[in-house]
């Protein structure tokens, strides 16, 4: 039981953290920031005189987002588009007010328009302990609804939107409107997996309906895409690419 317990305490005093921490990691090409929102990542992807931001928090905390965003030192009229891996409110949530804050256009997937629309989390199903108790709190938040300036339906390059090379990916599961976006080598997948708590590894995301096909849908993009070597969480991480290969390994039986 106690690495169980020690893995919420920690997760606990994450979600307590005020402000959250920013850090930087250099992919090919690109500068990644990444600032922690509570407990959900926002990824500010910057090349030259480009910024794209990757998903926008939690609505109460997106004033104070778009603040640490400036405080990077980025010129804000860099900022092209903001993207959002899917529609939850963890992720989507801030992302009106980023849109207006920073003068960019919203992109999003078009299987989660109506969940945006309605700002309301479609059903949440819990993988473990630390979901079920927080799938109500979970499930209750809402933000209010909007819609993207950018519904993303099919693989997408990723420049004329955000004017920096790449690639935006749907891949429903999480939530109808899941995307990826590929950048140079790395990927930002959102909910596909999150981060370890503690530690460097991928783990299954607190939140996922068909297991089975969640792990066929990382199979499939570490396949098509062995060039990619970070994978930018929308929680913890980022992972290396032998950590996911080395989850997945573990996820499948072996009999
Ligand atoms: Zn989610």
């Given at each position: 039981m106690m690495p169980r317990a020690l893995a919420w305490l920690l997760f606990a005093a994450t979600l307590t953290a005020c402000g959250g921490s920013t850090s930087q990691t250099r992919i090919a090409g690109a500068t990644v920031h990444t600032l922690e929102v509570d407990y959900s990542n926002v990824h500010v992807v910057q090349q030259g005189d480009a910024v794209v931001l990757i998903d926008a928090g939690y609505e109460a905390l997106a004033g104070e987002t778009a603040e640490r965003v400036r405080a990077l030192g980025l010129d804000p009229a860099a900022v092209k588009a903001i993207i959002l891996t899917h529609g939850h409110a963890d992720h989507a949530g801030g992302g009106a007010r980023l849109r207006t804050d920073l003068t960019a256009q919203l992109v999003a997937g078009a299987g989660d328009q109506p969940m945006m629309a309605a700002g309301?989390?479609?059903?949440?199903?819990?993988?473990?302990?630390?979901?079920?108790?927080?799938?109500?709190?979970?499930?209750?938040?809402?933000?209010?609804?909007?819609?993207?300036?950018?519904?993303?339906?099919?693989?997408?390059?990723?420049?004329?939107?955000?004017?920096?090379?790449?690639?935006?990916?749907?891949?429903?599961?999480?939530?109808?409107?899941?995307?990826?976006?590929?950048?140079?080598?790395?990927?930002?997948?959102?909910?596909?997996?999150?981060?370890?708590?503690?530690?460097?590894?991928?783990?299954?995301?607190?939140?996922?309906?068909?297991?089975?096909?969640?792990?066929?849908?990382?199979?499939?993009?570490?396949?098509?895409?062995?060039?990619?070597?970070?994978?930018f969480t929308g929680h913890f991480g980022p992972v290396d690419r032998e950590d996911v290969e080395e989850y997945l390994a573990d996820q499948t039986p072996t009999n």
């Open positions: 309301k989390n479609e059903p949440l199903c819990p993988t473990g302990s630390i979901a079920e108790g927080r799938v109500d709190e979970d499930q209750a938040a809402t933000y209010d609804g909007y819609g993207a300036d950018v519904w993303i339906d099919a693989p997408t390059d990723l420049a004329p939107v955000g004017g920096i090379p790449g690639r935006i990916l749907p891949m429903p599961g999480h939530t109808r409107g899941s995307l990826v976006v590929v950048v140079g080598d790395a990927a930002f997948v959102g909910d596909l997996f999150r981060g370890a708590i503690v530690g460097g590894g991928a783990e299954t995301h607190f939140y996922m309906c068909d297991l089975a096909d969640n792990r066929a849908d990382i199979r499939a993009l570490l396949d098509a895409h062995p060039n990619v070597k970070t994978f």
